[in-house]
C-alpha cells in the first residue's frame, strides 16, 4: 500500500541522508520525498510517498522515522483529509503551429505553456500525482523530450471530516 | 593601522584552541578516562591532552578497533560513556566495527574523530573520509563541527545523548582547522533537543493491563534482557519476580541482571540456551519482556515463539516494541520505572504452582551437560573452574563464538555488570581490549578475559597496553586451533567441509606474550589447569593463559537455524 508520510525535522546537514538511510536500510521502496522549509525557522518538512507492505511494517517506519535525534513529528497522513500537490515539467517535442492544439489540451488541467522553443515546448502542472499522470498520458503521443518532476508535498486540510467519510480520501489518493 | 589595533584586541581574548576547548569541555563532563590513537589531523587535540594531562588518563591503545572496544568495555563496566579519539580516514574507519557494536549492544560512547581541515573537506585530501556518510547508519546521532562556537553545545550534546534514552554511540568529527585555531575561552553551551525526549515513565493504563493479565495468567514468565542493567533494575526486577514467584529467563546480554542461582532461574534463552527456558518460552500464556530486543538469535523462528502467549513488551525504545514479535501490551518506559510501577499495582499472584513445578522438573530432568574426559580439557569444565576460582564474581569479557557461549553457559552470573560480551554484532576481537576497558573502569575488580584463538589474534597487540597500564587483566585463551563455531557450523550443516576454519599455524601464545613482559603459561590437560589457575588469579598483574581445550567439542544443546524454540537439538536427560 502507498502511503503518505510527512516529517517535521530539524534543519541541519545530514537529516535527509540519515532518514533515507534508514529507509533503504529497512528496506523501504520510497517512491518520492520532497523537502521544504516551513513556516518556523530551522524547521524543514520532508514529505515521503512509500510503498508499504503492512501495518506492522508502516508502524516500524514512523517509530524509526521518530526515534531520530532531529526528527520533531512524523505523521502518516494518508487517511486524513489532505492537501496533496505535486510539480511537473514536461517538455513536448512540438513546433510552431501545434501551441494551440497543446492549449486546448493542457487547459481543463490549469497547465500553462512556461517555455516555447523551435522544436519544443515546455510544460508546468500542478495537482495530484494521478492528475498528473493523466496530462502525461495525453502529451505521449506527441513525443516527451523530457520531465521533471517535484514528489509530492501534502499537509492536512484545515479542517477533518468524521471518521465516516474517510474512506473517500484515501480512495482519492490511492 | 585598524587592523593591527582588532588583531591586538583578539589576542588578547582569545587564549585557547579549539582542542583546549574540547579537553575542557571533557573535563566538565568529568571524563576521567579517554581511549584512543594519535595521528595528523588530531595534532591539536593531542596537543591539548598533553597540556591537560593531570585532567585524565589516555590510554594508548595499539589499534584504533582495541582503542573503541576498550571503551565499551569501560562502559559496560561504569555505566559512564566511553570516550574514544581517534585521527581521520583510516583512523576513523578502523573505529567503524566498534561504532556498529556499540550500536547493537546499547552501549554509550562519544566518538570524536579528527577531520581533514575545511578548506580541503570534500576534495579527497590526505587522510580524508566521510565519517558521517561512514557513520550514519551506525550511530545514534553524529555530528561534524562547522563552528568553534559550536563545539562545547556538540560535546554536551553528544553525552547527553549516548548515555541517556536507549545508550548508543555519538560520533563528533572534528576537522583540524577547529581544533587547532584560536578561540574564545567560553561559549554557550546550553542546548535544547525538542526532537529527543525519551519516555522514562510508563503509561500506569498500560502497567495496568499487565498486571490484570498476570492475575489471569497461569503460565508466565519474564525474559529479561540489558534494558534491565542499563536501567540500574535489578532489585525492581528481583523483587517483582520474588514477590510473584515468577520464573525468570534472560537474553545472552541480560546475563547477570537476575542472580543465576536464584531457583526462579531457569538460565538464558535462545540458540544455545537451556531447554527449560526455551520450553518456558514457547508454552507460556504471559511473556514479560523487560528490556529485550527480540533478536533472532533468541527467538528462533519467529513463527514458533510464544505462540499462545499474551505479550507485554517493556522497552525504553519505542520502535523496538513490535518489530519484531507481535506485542500486546506495550510499555514505553525505562526498566527501573515501570517494574517499579508494576511492584505497586500488581496483586500477588500465587496461582501457577503448576508451572513452575514443571519448570523446575524440566531444570532437572533436562540440564545443560557435557561429556568430560578423564585426561584433557573441556572448555566446558574450564569455565567451571574460572567461576569457582574468582566465586563467581569476576567481571568477564568474551569475543564472539563458541567459548563465548560456554562462558554464558557455564560461569554463572549473579550480578550486573559482570558480563561484558558482543552480543548482537557478534564481533571477534572484542573480548580482549573489553577486558583492559573494564579493568580501567574497575580497578580493583578481577577481570578476565576469555577469548578464542581466532579473536585473541584480532586484537592481541593489546598486550602492550596491559603491560604499559600494569593491568592485572587475566586472558585465558580458549584455544581449539580452530575457528570453533564456524567449525561447529561446517560440521553440522556443511557436511564436515571445514573450509578454511582450522588455525593449522597458531603462535607460541606464551612466548608472545612474554615477549610484552607478561607471565604467561600454557596448559594442556585437566590436571595442569588445576594446578596452574590459583597461580594465575594469585598473581598480582596481567597473566596470559594458553588453554588447549578438546578441539573437537561443540555448544549444546542448540537451536537450529530456522527452527523454533521447541526444536532444540543436543539435548539430554
Given at each position: 500500500m502507498k502511503r503518505i508520510i510527512t516529517a517535521l525535522v530539524q534543519d541541519r546537514s545530514g537529516v535527509l541522508n540519515r532518514l533515507t538511510g534508514l529507509m533503504q536500510r529497512r528496506q523501504f521502496n520510497i517512491e518520492s520525498i520532497s523537502v521544504g522549509k516551513t513556516e518556523t525557522e530551522g524547521i524543514s518538512?520532508?514529505?515521503?510517498?512509500?510503498?508499504?507492505?503492512?501495518?506492522?511494517?508502516?508502524?516500524?517506519?514512523?517509530?524509526?522515522?521518530?526515534?531520530?535525534?532531529?526528527?520533531?513529528?512524523?505523521?502518516?497522513?494518508?487517511?486524513?483529509?489532505?492537501?496533496?500537490?505535486?510539480?511537473?515539467?514536461?517538455?513536448?517535442?512540438?513546433?510552431?503551429?501545434?501551441?494551440?492544439?497543446?492549449?486546448?489540451?493542457?487547459?481543463?488541467?490549469?497547465?500553462?505553456?512556461?517555455?516555447?522553443?523551435?522544436?519544443?515546448?515546455?510544460?508546468?502542472?500542478?495537482?495530484?500525482?494521478?492528475?498528473?499522470?493523466?496530462?502525461?498520458?495525453?502529451?505521449?503521443?506527441?513525443?516527451?523530450?523530457?520531465?521533471?518532476?517535484?514528489?509530492?508535498?501534502?499537509?492536512?486540510?484545515?479542517?477533518?471530516?468524521?471518521?465516516?467519510?474517510?474512506?473517500?480520501?484515501?480512495?482519492?489518493?490511492? | 593601522m585598524n587592523l593591527d589595533a582588532k588583531a591586538g584586541r583578539e589576542a588578547v581574548v582569545q587564549t585557547k584552541t579549539g582542542a583546549d576547548l574540547l579537553i575542557q569541555t571533557l573535563v566538565e563532563e568529568k571524563v576521567d578516562t579517554i581511549f584512543g590513537y594519535p595521528g595528523g589531523a588530531v595534532l591539536p587535540i593531542y596537543d591539548?591532552?598533553?597540556?591537560?594531562?593531570?585532567?585524565?588518563?589516555?590510554?594508548?591503545?595499539?589499534?584504533?578497533?582495541?582503542?573503541?572496544?576498550?571503551?565499551?568495555?569501560?562502559?559496560?563496566?561504569?555505566?559512564?560513556?566511553?570516550v574514544v579519539?581517534?585521527?581521520?580516514?583510516?583512523?576513523?574507519?578502523?573505529?567503524?566495527?566498534?561504532?556498529?557494536?556499540?550500536?547493537?549492544?546499547?552501549?554509550?560512547?562519544?566518538?570524536?574523530?579528527?577531520?581533514?581541515?575545511?578548506?580541503?573537506?570534500?576534495?579527497d585530501a590526505f587522510q580524508e573520509a566521510d565519517v558521517m556518510?561512514?557513520?550514519?547508519?551506525?550511530?545514534?546521532?553524529?555530528?561534524?563541527?562547522?563552528?568553534?562556537?559550536?563545539?562545547?553545545?556538540?560535546?554536551?550534546?553528544?553525552?547527553?545523548?549516548?548515555?541517556?534514552?536507549?545508550?548508543?554511540?555519538?560520533?563528533?568529527?572534528?576537522?583540524?582547522?577547529?581544533?587547532?585555531?584560536?578561540c574564545d575561552d567560553h561559549y554557550d553551551a546550553s542546548f535544547y533537543l525538542p526532537?529527543?525526549?525519551?519516555?522514562?515513565?510508563?503509561?500506569?493504563?498500560?502497567?495496568?493491563?499487565?498486571?490484570?493479565?498476570?492475575?489471569?495468567?497461569?503460565?508466565?514468565?519474564?525474559?529479561?534482557?540489558?534494558?534491565?542493567?542499563?536501567?540500574?533494575?535489578?532489585?525492581?526486577?528481583?523483587?517483582?519476580?520474588?514477590?510473584?514467584?515468577?520464573?525468570?529467563?534472560?537474553?545472552?546480554?541480560?546475563?547477570?541482571?537476575?542472580p543465576g542461582k536464584s531457583p526462579l532461574s531457569l538460565g538464558m534463552a535462545g540458540m544455545h540456551g537451556t531447554y527449560t527456558a526455551n520450553m518456558a518460552l514457547y508454552e507460556c500464556d504471559l511473556l514479560i519482556n523487560v528490556g529485550a530486543r527480540f533478536d533472532d538469535r533468541l527467538t528462533g523462528n519467529l513463527k514458533h515463539f510464544?505462540?499462545?502467549?499474551?505479550?507485554?513488551?517493556?522497552?525504553?525504545?519505542?520502535?523496538?516494541?513490535?518489530?519484531?514479535?507481535?506485542?500486546?501490551?506495550?510499555?514505553?518506559?525505562?526498566?527501573?520505572e515501570a517494574l517499579a510501577e508494576l511492584n505497586r499495582q500488581a496483586a500477588k499472584h500465587p496461582n501457577h504452582t503448576e508451572w513452575m513445578e514443571k519448570l523446575n522438573n524440566n531444570k532437572k530432568s533436562y540440564p545443560l551437560w557435557y561429556n568430560k574426559p578423564d585426561q584433557e580439557m573441556c572448555p566446558q569444565w574450564l569455565m567451571e573452574k574460572v567461576h569457582e576460582m574468582t566465586n563467581g564474581e569476576a567481571i568477564v569479557t568474551t569475543d564472539v563464538g563458541q567459548h563465548q557461549m560456554w562462558a554464558a553457559q557455564y560461569y554463572s552470573f549473579n550480578e550486573p555488570n559482570?558480563?561484558?560480551?558482543?552480543?548482537?554484532?557478534?564481533?571477534?576481537?572484542?573480548?580482549?581490549?573489553?577486558?583492559?576497558?573494564?579493568?580501567?573502569?574497575k580497578p580493583d575488580r578481577t577481570v578476565v578475559a576469555i577469548v578464542g584463538d581466532g579473536g585473541f589474534q584480532m586484537t592481541m597487540q593489546e598486550l602492550s597496553v596491559l603491560q604499559e597500564r600494569g593491568l592485572p587483566v587475566k586472558v585465558i585463551i580458549v584455544n581449539n586451533e580452530a575457528l570453533g563455531m564456524v567449525r561447529q557450523w561446517q560440521e553440522a550443516f556443511y557436511d564436515k567441509r571445514y573450509s578454511e576454519s582450522l588455525l593449522?599455524?597458531?603462535?607460541?601464545?606464551?612466548?608472545?606474550?612474554?615477549?610484552?613482559?607478561?607471565?604467561?603459561?600454557?596448559?594442556?590437560?585437566?590436571?595442569?589447569?588445576?594446578?596452574?589457575?590459583?597461580?594465575?588469579?594469585?598473581?598480582?598483574?596481567?597473566?596470559?593463559?594458553?588453554?588447549?581445550?578438546?578441539?573437537?567439542?561443540?555448544?549444546?544443546?542448540?537451536i537450529a537455524p530456522g527452527k523454533g524454540l521447541h526444536e532444540m537439538i543436543g539435548v539430554r536427560p
Open positions: 518538512k520532508m514529505t515521503f510517498v512509500v510503498e508499504i507492505a503492512d501495518s506492522q511494517k508502516l508502524e516500524q517506519l514512523t517509530k524509526q522515522l521518530h526515534k531520530q535525534i532531529d526528527v520533531l513529528k512524523v505523521s502518516d497522513i494518508t487517511d486524513k483529509a489532505i492537501v496533496a500537490r505535486e510539480l511537473a515539467l514536461i517538455k513536448v517535442v512540438s513546433n510552431g503551429h501545434l501551441i494551440n492544439e497543446m492549449k486546448g489540451i493542457i487547459e481543463p488541467f490549469r497547465a500553462s505553456i512556461i517555455d516555447v522553443s523551435k522544436d519544443s515546448l515546455s510544460i508546468q502542472v500542478t495537482g495530484k500525482p494521478d492528475k498528473i499522470e493523466a496530462l502525461i498520458d495525453l502529451l505521449r503521443p506527441y513525443g516527451i523530450k523530457e520531465i521533471a518532476r517535484t514528489g509530492m508535498t501534502a499537509f492536512l486540510r484545515g479542517q477533518q471530516p468524521q471518521v465516516a467519510e474517510l474512506n473517500s480520501y484515501s480512495a482519492m489518493m490511492k | 591539548a591532552i598533553y597540556r591537560a594531562e593531570d585532567e585524565f588518563s589516555h590510554i594508548l591503545t595499539r589499534h584504533e578497533q582495541g582503542a573503541i572496544h576498550a571503551a565499551e568495555g569501560y562502559a559496560r563496566v561504569s555505566g559512564k560513556p566511553g579519539i581517534a585521527t581521520s580516514g583510516p583512523g576513523a574507519t578502523n573505529l567503524i566495527t566498534g561504532i556498529a557494536d556499540a550500536m547493537m549492544d546499547s552501549l554509550p560512547l562519544v566518538v570524536f574523530t579528527g577531520q581533514v581541515a575545511r578548506t580541503v573537506v570534500g576534495t556518510g561512514i557513520t550514519t547508519p551506525i550511530t545514534k546521532q553524529n555530528y561534524q563541527v562547522q563552528d568553534v562556537r559550536d563545539l562545547p553545545r556538540i560535546v554536551k550534546e553528544a553525552f547527553h545523548i549516548a548515555s541517556t534514552g536507549r545508550p548508543g554511540p555519538v560520533v563528533v568529527d572534528v576537522p583540524k582547522d577547529i581544533s587547532a585555531n584560536m526532537g529527543y525526549q525519551p519516555t522514562i515513565k510508563p503509561n500506569p493504563l498500560q502497567v495496568k493491563k499487565l498486571a490484570d493479565a498476570l492475575a489471569q495468567s497461569k503460565k508466565p514468565v519474564i525474559l529479561a534482557g540489558a534494558g534491565v542493567i542499563h536501567g540500574k533494575a535489578s532489585q525492581e526486577l528481583r523483587a517483582f519476580a520474588e514477590h510473584h514467584s515468577l520464573p525468570v529467563t534472560t537474553t545472552l546480554l541480560g546475563l547477570g541482571c537476575f510464544a505462540p499462545n502467549a499474551t505479550v507485554a513488551h517493556i522497552d525504553i525504545d519505542p520502535a523496538e516494541i513490535g518489530k519484531n514479535v507481535t506485542t500486546h501490551i506495550p510499555i514505553v518506559s525505562d526498566a527501573k559482570r558480563w561484558v560480551t558482543s552480543g548482537g554484532l557478534g564481533t571477534m576481537g572484542f573480548g580482549f581490549p573489553a577486558a583492559i576497558g573494564a579493568q580501567l573502569a593449522g599455524c597458531q603462535p607460541d601464545f606464551v612466548k608472545l606474550a612474554e615477549s610484552y613482559y607478561l607471565k604467561a603459561m600454557k596448559v594442556d590437560s585437566q590436571k595442569e589447569l588445576v594446578q596452574v589457575l590459583p597461580e594465575v588469579f594469585a598473581y598480582d598483574g596481567p597473566v596470559v593463559l594458553d588453554a588447549r581445550v578438546l578441539q573437537a567439542e561443540n555448544v549444546y544443546p542448540m
